[in-house]
């Protein structure tokens, strides 16, 4: 168990539908970490946040965005959803935010499906 | 263009035998490099990892080997156990230490 709790694992939903994904990091982790990972690839950096701040964007698209609240959890909004935004989506804390070792605590994941 | 390549989706060792896990990569500044492990259902969990100040880092069965001038690393796993069968990432960080991600090799221990 890392510590790090997402929800829903498992979400089906229709395209154009809109979806919240929710993380709970590791217990004194201010940072929050958003991936995707399609079928038979690698993780895709989405987005990081810091104690409530945006540090960073990767290969976020405009049809989805992310906050980290006071109390240290996150949401992924996924909105406007098509068939290709079928993915597994993990969450990842770590203690410090950017230019650390690098270690991060994944959670399960959340596996969105788009029919 | 991937930055982090595993060219090898797929692995199988017989156990107790040496499992190597090979991974490339496209950028001479990387400079710090990650090994990551995941089971079925689970997210991945960190592992090793190794520093571009050495070109070797050890903990336990599992040794990671960096090769700067070929841009190159590997993960090998001695000796290979049931339980190691999972898919391994292996990882760097870009300059603003955001983790890059390879593709993944799927590692099969057969009994």
């Known amino acids: 168990d890392s510590g790090v709790t997402q929800t829903p694992k498992h979400l089906i939903t229709a395209t154009g539908q809109r979806v919240t994904l929710r993380c709970s990091p590791r217990?004194?982790?201010?940072?929050v970490y958003w991936y995707q990972q399609s079928l038979d690839q690698g993780l895709q950096f989405l987005i990081h946040y810091y104690n409530g701040e945006e540090r960073a964007k990767g290969n976020i698209l405009e049809r989805f965005s992310a906050q980290q609240f006071p109390d240290l959890h996150s949401e992924l909004n996924l909105s406007s959803l098509e068939l290709g935004d079928s993915a597994l989506y993990f969450c990842a804390s770590s203690v410090a935010g950017y230019r650390h070792t690098g270690e991060l605590f994944f959670g399960e994941g959340s596996r969105l499906t788009v029919l | 263009d991937q930055q982090v390549k595993q060219n090898s989706p797929s692995l199988s060792v017989q156990e107790g035998r040496i499992s190597i896990l090979n991974c490339d990569y496209t950028?001479?500044?990387?400079?710090?490099f990650l090994w990551y492990k995941k089971y079925p259902a689970e997210g991945p969990t960190f592992l090793i990892s190794i520093s571009s100040i050495k070109d070797k880092n050890e903990d336990g069965r599992f040794t990671v080997f960096l090769n700067k001038s070929a841009k190159h690393l590997s993960l090998h796993i001695v000796p290979s156990q049931p339980g190691d069968s999972a898919v391994y990432f292996c990882a760097t960080q870009d300059s603003n230490y955001q983790l890059i991600w390879g593709a993944g090799t799927k590692l099969i221990i057969k009994p």
């Open positions: 950028n001479s500044m990387f400079d710090y």
């Open positions: 217990s004194g982790d201010l940072s």
